[in-house]
């Protein structure tokens, strides 16, 4: 980005959620509480599995990472826009702009990359149960939990340093409630078919990689289930995997609808309202339908409550 338009645009304008003034407060409540359930939720599983060593499996280990990132692609969107909300202004820095697509673009891409490690755990688990244990191991685990942050990390760096090269001119209102890549793109004077070509490949590469992983997992779990005589082996397969094929579903429904039906739509409020699926709702419901479900969970916190009333006594 030039010098001249580094001066001249200082900040952006967030026209935030397409809510009638009566109603924001209203809506402030409901999205606090979402918030703070999100926050607890998650903070509560990562707590969970760090202290019960019953839970310090392949699959909880990623469990935790996946629960850290939705704290934290919530925490980078939901309270500037309740902030904004409660001041009735929605200013936000070029500085800060720039800092929230940057780190929107991690840890949305960690989720998508955790989703296709815990794809593979399954995978392992049902398909190959008696190598579990010497496939799974802590090594294996660590590596592909690290390779996954390494990936996401440079993938958000990309596009975020093609992003400081444009010029914003004079438009500065984004008509979203965070600074979207797609939204700023829009307001930008410069050339941005670099950008464009970088979204449509390397961006395109890094979605179709992790869902082909958890496409190719589930097909070879279900040959697996199917080729067996046990009923009850399909439908505990069944409870074992349909939470995360739950989570799956939403994540990559709701990612969808953002990037590559939204202009279909006509509709910026339709874009906006998958946004805070994608944003708000799926972080705040992960706890509830991966996790709290969970047996072994359960357990867990049922001794955490133990153990916290008798210290308390």
């Avoid at 309740?82 to 891409?109: E, K």
């Amino acid at each position: 980005m030039r010098p001249e338009n580094q001066s001249s645009l200082s900040e952006f304008l967030l026209l935030g959620l397409p809510i009638p003034p009566e109603q924001q407060g209203v809506f402030f409540l409901l999205f606090l509480g979402m918030y703070l359930t999100t926050v607890l939720g998650n903070l509560l599983i990562v707590l969970l599995i760090r202290l019960d060593s019953r839970l310090h499996t392949p699959m909880y280990f990623f469990l935790s990472h996946l629960a850290f990132s939705d704290i934290s692609i919530s925490s980078i969107t939901v309270p500037k826009m309740l902030r904004n909300m409660q001041a009735q202004q929605g200013s936000i820095s070029y500085v800060g702009c720039i800092s929230q697509i940057y780190f929107f673009i991690l840890f949305g891409c960690l989720d998508n990359f955790l989703l296709a490690v815990m794809a593979y755990d399954r995978y392992v688990a049902i398909c190959h149960p008696l190598r579990y244990i010497t496939v799974m191991t802590e090594e294996l685990c660590v590596s592909l939990v690290t390779v996954s942050w390494c990936f996401c990390c440079a993938h958000a760096l990309l596009h975020t340093l093609l992003l400081v090269q444009l010029s914003f001119c004079t438009a500065s209102t984004i008509s979203h409630f965070f600074c979207d890549l797609t939204a700023l793109l829009k307001l930008s004077c410069s050339d941005i078919s670099l950008n464009e070509l970088v979204i449509f490949t390397e961006g395109a590469v890094l979605f179709s990689l992790p869902l082909g992983s958890i496409l190719g997992s589930y097909i070879c779990i279900g040959t697996t289930v199917l080729r067996g005589p046990s009923t009850k082996r399909f439908f505990k397969t069944f409870s074992t995997c349909g939470s995360h094929l739950f989570v799956v579903s939403l994540y990559y429904g709701t990612l969808a609808a953002v990037y590559f039906f939204s202009s279909s739509w006509n509709s910026n409020g339709k874009e906006i309202i998958a946004s805070v699926i994608y944003t708000v709702v799926t972080p705040m419901l992960n706890p509830f339908i991966y996790s709290l479900r969970n047996r072994d969970i359960k357990q867990a916190l049922q001794i955490f409550v133990n153990r916290a009333n008798f210290f308390n006594q």
